[in-house]
């Protein structure tokens, strides 16, 4: 019941305390056994079992409600830590009663499978001694177990799941109508057809501040922003869905603008419009933007099952961008840039080998929102300047790479050199902490101070918290932007720093987020 890094649904709260039970349980199961097993099985008399049940009853009798009652309260506390509006309390009268069907479930799972196994040991000790057969029946039953849920997870849901996710990339978002823009992919002028693009694609392409609302906002003449974009249907492979981009790439003249960027998006095809928009006003327009989908799977899903093909959609643009780029004159050259959130991080950052590679093959990146087992991300985090936090990790003091919870954490005191660098990740994000790892380990940044935006509260407790911080994962970007997986128009602040325009007003930027943040 305790508080984590964002707010949960009574129901979600009720998944993670009945997760926890069935895993308590099965750990005093475990521990029993262990006791057995070593010879000691104390006869307790009738009264003492009689006084042992009581006591357990009386303690459970207080404890329970207590801590529901603190529970409902440490989630107030973390919805006013993140400004979200409060909940209705009484629901978590109903987290009991779910937490106990989840339980239970669990339990029963555990002793079918337990029964299971007795009944092959008991097979098995008819031709093999009863060790044997006990091994090769947990064997057995621990390797059809892992079969049956991977076998169910790919052929089942997830062909399900595709198959549904695919329909759906045919519809159109509500006010998102056919650009008439020439340096738009999708247009009239274009060789992607708009029905191809999928459905994040023909929001993406048709979305974006127009020159006139550049103009508008940063008082000077601006050119109208190239989007270019392909869908999963243009091609075959990652290969060739590249190759369309590249295409409209030349048909726009993108390579002639000052400013090129490269994303990796996201499962289904979405790119952070706060972060694109954003690049554009920075630029007065005079920037473009290439990406592709490569799947028709939510971000979720590909987040558990499919984290080949964001790799090699990452890696396939972005070669197929630098190849063109790298053979312009240098003085012709755009400046090379690279962004993409969540999955879009992690695909996006398997174009490189190292943050060195990052820095040395393009003019600048800002990776938002990156999951834990993306690399070079891991390394740069475990190799982190001594003393640095693992949330906000100073690399080589600065010099080319930093990372950003809040804009202004990027302001070291040492010299920021060019090419830049950003990490922008949230103290609070889920989807940058989750890790396996939280099972049985504490992570640094949980041992160190906690980040502002995580509730001084929270406590890592062995099995718990890595289920609390799974289900936090479900909502986390339904949260106030700067808290969670919710990353707005502050993105402005970080591209002024990234590539820093010359004569730069600094109140330019807060005007910039008032206008990202009137669409957003």
């Not at 506390?77 to 479930?105: H, N, Q």
């Not at 790439?249 to 954003?278: D, Q, Y």
């Not at 473009?288 to 643009?317: C, H, K, N, V, W």
């Amino acid at each position: 019941m305790s508080p984590s890094l964002l707010p949960r649904a009574w129901y979600l709260q009720g998944v993670a305390t009945g997760i926890s039970v069935g895993i308590g349980y099965g750990l005093g199961c475990a521990t029993a056994w262990v006791v057995r097993r070593c010879g000691i099985s104390p006869q307790w008399s009738p009264r003492t079992r009689r006084i042992g049940w009581w006591t357990l009853a009386g303690a459970a009798a207080v404890t329970v409600p207590t801590f529901l009652v603190l529970g409902s309260w440490w989630q107030q506390i973390v919805r006013d830590l993140i400004g979200m509006p409060r909940a209705e309390r009484s629901f978590y009268l109903l987290v009991l009663f779910l937490a106990l069907v989840i339980a239970l479930a669990l339990v029963a799972i555990g002793r079918g499978l337990r029964w299971a196994t007795h009944c092959l040991t008991d097979v098995g000790g008819r031709f093999v001694p009863a060790p044997a057969a006990r091994l090769a029946a947990v064997v057995i039953v621990v390797t059809l177990v892992v079969m049956g849920l991977d076998g169910a997870l790919h052929r089942g849901l997830l062909s399900m799941a595709e198959r549904s996710a695919k329909a759906a990339d045919k519809s159109t978002a509500e006010d998102v109508s056919q650009p008439s823009a020439l340096e738009r992919s999708g247009s009239p002028a274009s060789a992607q057809a708009w029905d191809t693009l999928g459905r994040e694609g023909r929001s993406f392409v048709a979305g974006g501040p127009s020159a006139e609302q550049i103009s508008a906002v940063t008082g000077a003449p601006a050119r109208t922003p190239i989007r270019v974009y392909a869908g999963r249907t243009s091609a075959d492979s990652v290969e060739g869905i590249a190759g369309q981009v590249i295409a409209e790439l030349h048909r726009t003249h993108a390579f002639e603008r000052k400013v090129l960027a490269v994303v990796t998006t996201t499962g289904r095809g979405w790119v952070n419009p706060n972060v694109a928009a954003a690049l554009e006003y920075v630029n007065g327009g005079d920037t473009a933007i290439a990406s592709m989908q490569y799947s028709f799977l939510p971000s979720a899903l590909s987040f558990i099952a499919d984290r080949e093909t964001p790799q090699l959609a990452g890696q396939a643009l972005f070669d197929a961008v630098h190849r063109v780029w790298v053979a312009l004159p240098e003085v012709k050259r755009p400046k090379l840039v690279v962004f993409g959130e969540s999955l879009g991080s992690f695909g996006g950052q398997s174009a490189f080998a190292s943050g060195a590679d990052i820095v040395s093959r393009t003019d600048g990146a800002l990776l938002v929102g990156t999951p834990n087992f993306a690399q070079p991300w891991g390394r740069l985090t475990a190799d982190r300047d001594p003393g640095s936090l693992q949330r906000l990790p100073v690399i080589d003091g600065g010099r080319h790479i930093r990372f950003a919870s809040r804009t202004s954490d990027v302001n070291l005191a040492a010299p920021w050199e060019f090419p830049r660098v950003v990490f922008w990740q949230h103290a609070s994000d889920p989807i940058t902490w989750w890790s396996f790892d939280l099972l049985l380990h504490r992570p640094d940044w949980l041992r160190e101070p906690l980040g502002p935006d995580v509730d001084p509260g929270m406590r890592w407790l062995p099995l718990v918290t890595f289920w609390q911080v799974t289900l936090d994962m479900i909502f986390s970007a339904d949260v106030p932007y700067g808290y969670g997986h919710a990353f707005g128009p502050d993105a402005a602040d970080l591209w002024v720093d990234i590539l820093a325009p010359k004569g730069w007003d600094p109140a330019l930027t807060q005007r910039i987020q008032d206008a990202i943040g009137r669409f957003a």
